[in-house]
C-alpha cells in the first residue's frame, strides 16, 4: 500500500521561519527553520523569497497532500491574508494566495500560529483528549488559540482566542496594538528583556540581550532575570484567571520560548491563577506545559489538512 503523501507544514513566527512534512500521524521529518526577519525595512517580497526557499528545500520536489500554515496574527480568515505585529515587512500580505498559486491542486489553509499551537496540542500533545482548550504561546509576541467542546473557535475574522490582548496592567506599557496595559506589552520575550535590561540585568558576553539568554539566565540563578520571568509569569496567570471564567476551559497549554524557563513561570503564573480564579468551574482549569515543544505549531498546520473537518470547517477553502 502506498503512504498517504505528507503534509507541508509552515510555521510563521516573529523571529523565525520554519516548515517541514508532516505525515499523517504527526510525525514531523525534514524540518528547516531560517530568520524570518528581512535585511531591508518594508521588504516583503524578501521575505516571501525567503520562505519559498526554505519551502522548496524542504519539499524537494516531493508530492504533498495540502499546505498547513500558522502564522503570527492578526490575519483576515479564511481570506488568509497576514498583517503580523512582529513582522512589519508584511501588512495586509496574501499569504494564502500566494500559497495556491504555488501548490495548485491541494489545499492550503492557514491559521493564526496560536491557533496551529492548540491544535498541535490538542491533536497529539498536552490536551489530547481535553474538549475545552486555550493554547498559549509566549514568545517574540503572545497569542492564543481556543478550542470549545471538541471545535476550534475561529471567530468571524479567524482572531478568536487572541490572549495577548486581555489587558493584565490598565496603566501598563504601551502594546503594538496601540492599547496599553496588554498581556503582550508586559510579558513578550523583548517585553521583559527590556524590563530586565532596565533593573540591572546584563546579558554574558557569549550571548545577545534577548528571550533566550534571559531564560538561561534565569535558570542559571541570575535574580534579575528571575524577576524578569516572575513578572511575565504573574501577567500571564491574571489573565488566564479572566480567560478561564469566561470560557469554562478545562486546560491551558502553555508554550513558546518563554515557557523553557519551566517553573520560574509556572509556578508563579499558577499562584496569580489561584488568586483570581475564585469561582470553582474556573479554578478547576490546569496551566501546564505544552508538549510539543518548536514542533507545536508545525504539527497543529499539518492537522489542519491531515485531520480532515476535525480542525478546519468544511467550505472554509
Request: aromatic fraction near 4%.
Amino acid at each position: 500500500m502506498t503512504p498517504a503523501a505528507p503534509v507541508l507544514a509552515v510555521d510563521v513566527g516573529g523571529t523565525k521561519l520554519a516548515a517541514a512534512l508532516v505525515d499523517d500521524a504527526g510525525g514531523v521529518r525534514r524540518r528547516h527553520e531560517v530568520r524570518s526577519q528581512p535585511t531591508s525595512t518594508g521588504a516583503g517580497d524578501e521575505l516571501w523569497s525567503t520562505l519559498l526557499g526554505l519551502i522548496d528545500e524542504v519539499v524537494d520536489g516531493q508530492r504533498v497532500a495540502g499546505v498547513g500554515v500558522g502564522c503570527g496574527g492578526p490575519a483576515r480568515w479564511p481570506e488568509g491574508s497576514v498583517s503580523p505585529l512582529n513582522i512589519p515587512a508584511w501588512r495586509d500580505f496574501p499569504l494564502r494566495a500566494r500559497l495556491q498559486e504555488r501548490f495548485r491542486g491541494v489545499p492550503v489553509r492557514l491559521v493564526n500560529d496560536a491557533i496551529a499551537m492548540a491544535i498541535g496540542e490538542h491533536w497529539e500533545g498536552a490536551a489530547a483528549g481535553d474538549r475545552n482548550v486555550l493554547g498559549v504561546v509566549v514568545s517574540t509576541g503572545v497569542g492564543g488559540g481556543l478550542i470549545l467542546d471538541g471545535r476550534v473557535r475561529f471567530g468571524p475574522t479567524g482572531n478568536a482566542g487572541h490572549v495577548g490582548h486581555i489587558v493584565v496592567e490598565a496603566d501598563g506599557p504601551v502594546c503594538g496594538c496601540g492599547g496599553r496595559g496588554c498581556l503582550e506589552a508586559v510579558a513578550r520575550g523583548p517585553a521583559i528583556v527590556r524590563w530586565a535590561l532596565d533593573h540591572g540585568w546584563e546579558a554574558s558576553s557569549d550571548d545577545e540581550p534577548d528571550g533566550r539568554a534571559l531564560v538561561t539566565a534565569a535558570r542559571d540563578g541570575d535574580e534579575v532575570a528571575r524577576a524578569a520571568v516572575c513578572r511575565c509569569g504573574e501577567a500571564l496567570g491574571v489573565a488566564l484567571a479572566s480567560t478561564a471564567h469566561l470560557l469554562d476551559l478545562d486546560v491551558v497549554a502553555v508554550g513558546g520560548g518563554i515557557a523553557n524557563a519551566g517553573d520560574l513561570l509556572f509556578e508563579p503564573a499558577r499562584a496569580a491563577f489561584a488568586r483570581h480564579a475564585r469561582m470553582d468551574f474556573a479554578s478547576r482549569c490546569r496551566i501546564v506545559p505544552a508538549t510539543l515543544g518548536p514542533d507545536a505549531g508545525i504539527v497543529g498546520a499539518a492537522a489542519l489538512v491531515a485531520c480532515g473537518d476535525r480542525y478546519w470547517p468544511i467550505g472554509a477553502d
